[in-house]
Nanobody, 126 residues
Framework: QVQLVESGGGLAQAGGSLRLDCAAS????????MGWFRQAPGKEREFVAG????????YYLDSVKGRFTISRDNGKNTVYLQMNSLKPEDTAVYYC???????????????????WGQGTQVTVSS
């Protein structure tokens, strides 16, 4: 079993920055695809960013490209989401998740992720 715990959320002003951390325990995440998703009030959960097991390949939701950066430190068993130039529409609960599939084609598919964190709230004011 693996446990994922997100932290780093909070209140930011438009144009500001936050860094989300996802700390994993129970087993190493070093062989797995990892992803970040978000869910705003009244909206479906959506893929935000994903990263291959060694960090060599990343994918992003179009609306966050150039603003958000996903990274990982397998030695610390941690995944990060650096969020810059925040906008009010980025307001959501952000979730970290682990994908046990081999193929990167599944990276944006929430149904392929086996473990999820509890989420951390990000609120961006104008």
């Amino acid at each position: 079993q693996v446990q994922l715990v997100e932290s780093g959320g909070g209140l930011a002003q438009a144009g500001g920055s936050l860094r989300l951390d996802c700390a994993a325990s129970g087993r190493s995440i070093s062989t797995y695809i990892m992803g970040w998703f978000r869910q705003a009030p009244g909206k479906e959960r959506e893929f935000v960013a994903g990263i291959s097991w060694n960090g060599g390949t990343t994918y992003y939701l179009d609306s966050v490209k150039g603003r958000f950066t996903i990274s990982r430190d397998n030695g610390k068993n941690t995944v990060y989401l650096q969020m810059n130039s925040l906008k009010p529409e980025d307001t959501a609960v952000y979730y970290c998740a682990l994908n046990s599939q081999i193929h990167l084609a599944t990276i944006s598919l929430p149904g392929k992720y086996d473990y999820w964190g509890q989420g951390t709230q990000v609120t961006v004011s104008s």
